[in-house]
């Protein structure tokens, strides 16, 4: 790379993080596009079950490593906030609340549509065991598991900003011992090969369970997530300086993690934790590798980088609206398996979801529900 670019990407990623960067708007897009093909299951990375090894599906579970869209959004929160010059707590509280404000409204939302797209009878007692359990394994309200675990981080944002801003050393510590506990023990995950999800369905236990989602100590990987973003602010210059090695660790990480576990996989007769790469070490070069590839990238007013950009600055919107989406084509349209069919349903929730949050962001107070 030549000494002009360099300080062209140099210029550009000096922007101060409360503008709009383009290149956040790439990733933010990206990550929603990921996100909802997650969500409309274009892919079926199960290989094992599916032909013993076939390489068509082995393809889709390498995809499915790459295609994790929330840690991208976490870390660019924390490039956003934590790279804020200045900050007001009143207005970063009152943030807080809409947010609170926003999970409760749609949970509602997402409760009631669902089970109305699906033709099923909604009790109360069906209602509240929907609505005080959002496990991503729970049909209706699944989704919302990001906005909480969002909502922790941001419960302790005020002591990162402080340490990210005046003890550097400190908050490098901080995210060392969050490293640890987070990526740190995916990875001794992986090379003792174990892997267990224990789920307790008892009633009076759901409502601890939620409440225990909002402890910022249990959270460690979106707080790790959150500050990596604050220290790819802090290390911007760094990160496009020797931009074409970070880019070369983001694919080398997506596809070391994509052999190491097809391995363990032919070797155990089942495919591996398909979930693994979501919050391994794996994952933290891959969104480092992202950064590199965009955050530097100019938006020079082309009607593509126009829709990006308003695609990007809508993407809460989106999250929230694609769900119901999903549901009613769920409801019109009969299942079917082939690819051609899953990709039909990923594009009209991609296109539908985006229009609907125009649209309703047109309608006073409505769009307070999508934005």
């Known amino acids: 790379m030549s000494g002009e670019n360099t300080k062209n990407l140099t210029e550009v990623n000096m922007q101060p993080a409360r503008q709009r960067v383009y290149g956040l708007d790439i990733i933010k897009s990206m990550a929603m596009l990921f996100v909802i093909s997650l969500h409309t299951v274009v892919l079926r990375p199960d290989f094992m079950a599916a032909g013993n090894g076939r390489l068509s599906h082995i393809i889709q579970y390498a995809l499915k490593f790459l295609v994790e869209g929330v840690p991208l959004f976490v870390m660019v929160n924390g490039f956003l906030l934590l790279g804020m010059s200045t900050w007001d707590l009143k207005k970063y509280l009152r943030r807080c609340r809409k947010l609170f404000i926003l999970l409760i409204i749609w949970a509602v939302i997402l409760v009631t549509w669902g089970t109305f797209c699906a033709g099923e009878e909604l009790t109360f007692r069906g209602f509240m065991e929907c609505f005080l359990d959002t496990e991503d394994i729970r049909k209706y309200v699944g989704v919302l598991w ?8 941001y419960m302790v944002f005020p002591v990162l900003k402080l340490l990210f801003d005046q003890y550097e050393k400190l908050f490098k510590w ?45 959270n460690a990987y979106y707080v790790y997530c959150f500050m990596l973003g604050g220290l790819v602010y802090m290390y911007r210059e760094k990160l496009v300086e020797h931009r074409r090695k970070f880019m070369l660790l983001g694919v080398c990480s997506w596809l070391l993690v994509t052999v190491i576990c097809v391995f363990l996989s032919f070797q155990f007769g089942g495919t591996y934790n398909e979930r693994y790469n979501h919050d391994s070490i794996f994952m933290t070069g891959m969104m480092l590798g992202f950064m590199a590839a965009f955050l530097p990238c100019e938006n020079k007013g082309r009607p593509l980088q126009k829709l990006i950009t308003n695609y990007g600055s809508n993407t809460l919107g989106v999250y929230l609206i694609h769900y119901p989406v999903i549901y009613a084509y769920n409801a019109l349209v009969p299942a079917r398996e082939e690819l051609i069919y899953r990709l039909i349903e990923y594009v009209f929730t991609v296109v539908v979801s985006y229009l609907l949050v125009l649209l309703l962001k047109q309608i006073p107070y409505v769009k307070k529900l999508v934005s």
């Open 146 to 153: 990001y906005l909480e675990n969002l909502l922790a981080v």
């Open 174 to 218: 901080v995210f060392t011992l969050v490293a640890i506990f987070s990526v740190g023990v995916q990875t001794l995950i992986l090379m003792r090969d174990a892997f267990a999800l224990v789920a307790n369905p008892e009633y009076f236990t759901r409502f601890i369970t939620v409440m225990d989602r909002f402890n910022p100590t249990g």
